[in-house]
């Protein structure tokens, strides 16, 4: 089965797109086959970066039912091993994907056969985001460090642990659960899904049990991108130890990447970025974040759908 | 996901083994100090201003508490537990030099310049104190007193050593060094307490010693 990663964070301009596009840009060039998922519904644009300036297929092809297998929407590229599904034609409606359509288009990933399959996530933490980020144990997080950024990425991991807690309850539990949240802690802290655990903790035990299980197993990682000269280096640590420590959830720090110039440049000019400044900073960075990530990751992969 | 914060013992809190010695303790507050600070990019948008004024305050009790070697015995009495006897035995070297240190400038928790404004200024010790004539190193202590700040705090941020902040308050002017030098370390001092005028409480100070020369 292929490798998932997901690629989320909070706020829009963080840089998902060039990451999805570069990793996967680097894994096909390390001879895996490696399909780009542009899952960014209703404003879709990854083909740009991947030099496919005008996709035949699309996304909502197999949406609209139009091709009834996933694989008859895949584009290749002018990369060897490199494959995309684009969301350029996208019907305008499609960000309001229903929840038949979403568990479908999970399914039908899930059965792709590639070595690796990226998923370029939008920003926000609309439920489709969540539960397509939530299709792999190996999400990747990325921020840049700004407040507003950081911000978002940690509103997105709050509401990818609730949806995930969620789970593990029926709705009329669920319910329940909300309201001895709000009595015992007060209204606002059904916001922090920390307090929701720990209210877990002490009324269902056994739930809890599963739950920790569950997040054991999880292996998020975090990027931090722009990362300019002054910038405070240490940041992308600090991050995953208060995430740690607060939430309870494991987030490696993967590594940073170095802001750069030429970045605006290549996606201005539409050619690849790794391809037309290979020996820039930011180039780099890339190569030993895709180098160290793609040894770490382990095999599994979930779905809770099927 | 294990323990809330609040529940965890000031070691956990601190994220140091029971054993540690002093100076990783202090290391350890001020990484902590690093990410928990208003200003701090990492926790800004992760707290509610209470939810961080209680970290912070639990931080500071940890602290202060393990610094104190006669009150962390007291408190190390109070725990009890496996892990506590676990890490008893075994000492690890501690490193006395981090190459990757940050710059120390903003270690410790930062005395709220904006805080300790409205507290000057609300207070009628400190008004009372400023408006004598005659200021010693107890009207000096009484002042850090009334204001709640540590010692410890005025030490980290002025890097002043600590008996000399101690002799400076107890005006053992055997203890101090040369008028000159003595001078620095008072507007060093009122500076980190945010007393204004810096010049001329501290040249109250200086001609209140004792022995001029």
Redesign the interface.
């Known amino acids: 089965m292929a490798h998932i990663w997901p690629i989320g964070g909070g706020k829009g301009g963080s840089g998902k797109s060039f990451l999805a596009s570069s990793m996967a840009r680097l894994l096909a060039k390390s001879g895996k086959r490696t399909l780009l998922i542009d899952l960014d519904l209703g404003a879709a644009n990854l083909h740009t970066m991947v030099g496919v300036p005008y996709p035949e297929k699309c996304f909502s092809d197999f949406i609209l039912k139009k091709v009834t297998d996933l694989g008859d929407a895949v584009l290749t590229t002018p990369f060897p091993d490199l494959f995309l599904i684009s969301g350029a034609h996208d019907s305008l409606d499609i960000a309001n994907l229903t929840y038949e359509k979403k568990i479908r288009t999970l399914r039908a990933i899930s059965r792709l056969d590639y070595d690796y399959i990226i998923l370029d996530l939008g920003a926000g933490t609309a439920y489709n985001t969540l539960d397509f980020f939530l299709a792999s144990r190996n999400g990747i997080f990325i921020t840049t460090p700004e407040p507003t950024s950081i911000e978002n990425v940690y509103r997105l991991i709050r509401a990818i642990y609730l949806r995930r807690i969620r789970h593990f309850f029926s709705a009329s539990d669920f319910k329940k659960l909300e309201k001895k949240v709000r009595e015992r802690l007060g209204n606002d802290s059904w916001n922090k899904p920390e307090n929701i655990v720990s209210v877990i903790r002490g009324e269902f035990p056994e739930k809890f049990a599963l739950i920790k299980k569950d997040f054991n197993a999880f292996h998020f990682k975090l990027i931090l991108n722009q990362l300019r000269k002054q910038d405070n280096t240490a940041l992308g640590e600090q991050i995953c130890k208060i995430i740690k420590k607060h939430l309870g959830i494991n987030v490696d720090f993967a590594g940073n990447i170095a802001y750069d110039e030429h970045v605006h440049d290549a996606i201005c000019q539409r050619v690849c970025f790794l391809d037309r400044y290979p020996h820039t900073r930011a180039a780099n960075d890339l190569r030993v974040l895709n180098r160290k990530m793609s040894n770490a990751f382990g095999e599994q992969l979930i779905f809770n759908y099927l | 996901?294990?323990k809330?914060?609040d529940q965890m013992n000031y070691y956990e809190l601190l994220d140091v083994q029971p054993g540690a010695s002093a100076l990783e303790i202090r290391s350890a507050y001020n990484a902590a100090m690093?990410?928990y600070q208003p200003d701090s990019?990492?926790?800004?948008?992760?707290f509610?201003r209470e939810e961080r004024d209680r970290i912070l305050a639990l931080l500071d009790t940890a602290y202060f508490t393990l610094i104190n070697e006669a009150q962390r015995a007291k408190y190390d009495q109070t725990l009890n537990g496996p892990d506590m006897e676990l890490h008893r035995g075994v000492k690890k070297p501690v490193s006395i030099f981090d190459i990757r240190r940050?710059s120390a400038q903003i270690s410790i928790r930062k005395n709220h310049t904006a805080e300790l404004k409205t507290k000057i200024s609300q207070s009628r010790t400190i008004a009372e104190i400023l408006s004598k004539q005659e200021i010693r190193g107890a009207d000096l202590k009484a002042i850090r007193n009334e204001l709640g700040v540590t010692l410890e705090a005025i030490h980290q941020e002025t890097k002043i050593r600590l008996d000399y902040l101690n002799s400076l308050e107890e005006d053992r002017l055997d203890k101090l060094p040369a008028t000159v030098f003595l001078k620095g370390f008072v507007k060093a001092y009122l500076k980190s307490l945010c007393i204004d005028p810096v010049d001329d409480v501290s040249t109250r100070y200086i001609n209140s010693l004792p022995h001029k020369n």
């Open positions: 996901m294990e809330d914060f690093q990410m990019l990492v926790s800004y948008s992760f509610s940050q």
